[in-house]
């Protein structure tokens, strides 16, 4: 089991990236799935998770209304819309898998994923 994260860059406030996270040695489609960020000095923290089968879709209150997760079944891969970036949404985001039907919750719960990525910077600086 492997996700290999990428699309981080520096990008300047109000603008946009999508992060895309492949997933290799599984079927991405009976999983959870999900997006955690960590800025530095601070803790991990979820973005965002969809349940298997995108039954149940979560999002932090910082993230709402301008970050979207999804993923393409076919070709195996999640993905992190993210618009109107700000100074603060700067961090080493991580895209996760949880096996759990309840891995997904309004907590976005970092304990519930097992399965993790390396990791991509997004910058947000002018």
């Known amino acids: 089991v492997q996700l290999q994260a990428s699309g981080g860059g520096l990008v300047q406030p109000g603008g946009s990236l999508r992060l895309s996270c492949e997933a290799s040695?599984?079927?991405?489609?009976?999983?959870?799935i999900a997006w955690f960020r960590q800025a530095p000095g601070k803790e991990r923290e979820g973005v965002s998770c969809?349940?298997?089968?995108?039954?149940?879709?979560y999002y932090a209150d910082s993230a709402k209304g301008r970050f979207t997760i999804s993923r393409d079944s076919s070709k195996n891969r999640l993905y992190l819309q993210a618009n109107s970036l700000k100074f603060e949404d700067t961090a080493v985001y991580y895209c996760?898998?949880?096996?759990?039907?309840?891995?997904?919750?309004?907590?976005?719960?970092?304990?519930?994923?097992?399965?993790w990525g390396q990791g991509t910077q997004v910058t947000v600086s002018s």
């Open positions: 040695g599984f079927t991405l489609n009976s999983y959870a």
């Open positions: 969809s349940s298997s089968g995108d039954v149940s879709t």
């Open positions: 996760a898998t949880g096996v759990s039907l309840f891995a997904c919750t309004a907590q976005i719960d970092p304990n519930r994923f097992e399965f």
